[in-house]
């Protein structure tokens, strides 16, 4: 008779590769599975009966932004209880090294780490000793971690550890001293490359210096993920761009978050969608991830034209405070004189709400509701909040059409993201994935159940070269999720985003029970990935 760590008996086993489900005993020992099958003659230690619920491989997040929450005390828990085992996080060019002694009080600016909660905290304290990407990953693999976690290396980190925030095309020396920060983090396990351009200093980035440092991780199999220059106006654009990238430099190309945004563009993403499967039609490496919400959520600074991000926030908060520039600015935002992602053109001042690191008078209010209490332009109040919160306050934005939502939901080659972290204030943080198998699987019926644990499981790790993850086969790692299809559901909106999901049963981290009954156990059995 055999024994093994966990038993899971007559549970409908999902394989994650979009195969007919079946009925099945699942053995799980030494965290791999050790079994799959109809064999009664197995003792073990903790048996969970599955009668009614599905087993499917952990979901993988192919873009996330827990490394954000690595910067306070409290360790969260909101990617376990969705069902993500699996993260990969440094993504949209910011991440917390390389740090460059001359620039790490911009760095630390950027991050916007004054919070007393984070007195104490180690990883703070020792930040910037972390010269090296080799350096930081070492200090992550001290942490608790809930899930696995793997790391893209951050443009927009590496531009600042050379160049600081200046508008200007790098010098050759500059562009060198870049491409050695790269190449020494994909030698010690980053994933790939992540850019940010419409951050600072990423959107200060040429095209041919994102070219430069992707033929680097192009020598190891590397990633490219880009947030791109724009997801409105522009974004078919931008869309031909990073895929242009790929068709000259060879690297693999993941276009982050895509959307369609502004009311103007809604309707575009069939036409972007053709635009990708041509891509790969031509051989191109090139896919997409995406979250099921109708709101981004960024900083709110964003709002501000670029122009007035040169040298950093404390150089911004200077130009928000002088009389004559705020009415440059506001003009430049009401009536632009130059092409830029614009945020209240897209949006609207009504549909921009504060959602954290907010003043009390602000947190969970529109731009527009604020100002109408407070008496104020609304431009006005986007100056007042940035000024009070020192550029930290968050926003989501209300720009994308259900029905493209609704097209990229349905799209075989798109990955789910969350696109998430607890400091951010959004719902997707916390119910992204029971989203998806309760609203559009269960009630919309837009796709299959099997189907869509494809594209959250075995889809996103061929894609990110993952081993022996995202597939329920034996000798495989124990990363799996146990939810029941009846019930799974996310409660999390914008009025209340960090309420718990329903129908999240069992979470296994690499063979150990990291969630029970939709709430963690507080197991922390994840590792640093390294590529």
Known sequence: MKKVDILVKRVRVIDGLGNKEYIANVAINDQKIDYIGEDSCIVA????????????PGFIDPH????????????????????????????????????????????????????????????????????????YLSAVEKL???????????????????MGFENRNATELEMEKMKDYVREAMENGAV????????????????????????????????????MRNESDRVVDCVKESIDIGRKTGVKVAISHLKVFGRKNWGRSDEILEIIEQAIAEGINVSFDFYPYNA???????????AYHVGGKEKLLERLEDTALREEIKEEILHPKTYWENMVKNCGFDGMLVT?????????????????????????????????????ALVALFGMSDDDVKNLIKCPWGMVCTDGAMTFGHPRSVGTYPRILGRYVREKKLVSLTEAVRRITSLPATHMGLKNKGIIKEGYDADIVIFNPATIIDNADFSEPYAKNDGIEYVL???????????????????????
């Not at 959520?297 to 709002?303: I, P, Q, V």
């Open 45 to 56: 230690d903790t048996i969970i009966n599955g009668e009614g619920l599905v087993l499917a």
């Open 64 to 135: 996330g932004h827990t490394d954000m929450d690595f910067m306070g005390n409290d360790h969260f828990h909101n990617k376990i209880e969705q069902g993500v085992t699996t993260e990969f996080a440094g993504l949209c060019g910011l991440t917390s090294a390389p740090v460059s002694e001359k620039y790490f009080l911009e760095l630390k600016n950027y991050f916007g780490i004054d919070d007393p909660n984070c007195i104490g905290n180690n990883f703070i304290t020792n930040w910037s000793s972390y010269k090296t990407f080799k350096s």
């Open 144 to 162: 608790p971690l809930s899930c696995n976690t793997g790391f893209y290396v951050g443009q927009g980190t590496v531009r600042l550890a050379v």
């Open 192 to 227: 790939g490359l992540s850019t940010g351009l419409i951050y600072p200093p990423g959107l200060f980035t040429p095209r041919y210096e994102i070219e430069e440092l992707c033929k680097v991780i192009k020598d190891y199999d590397g990633i490219y993920s880009t947030h």
């Open 296 to 306: 981004a959520g960024t900083y709110l600074d964003t709002a501000i034209p670029p």
């Open 356 to 392: 954290k690191y907010a003043t009390p008078e602000s947190e969970r209010k529109t731009l527009a509701e604020y100002a109408a209490t407070m008496g104020m332009d609304p431009v006005d109040a986007l100056y007042d909040i940035l000024i009070k919160t020192r550029c930290k």
């Open 509 to 531: 981290v690499n063979g150990r029970i990291s969630v029970k009954g939709n709430v963690a156990t507080g197991e922390t059995n994840g590792k640093v990935l390294r590529f």
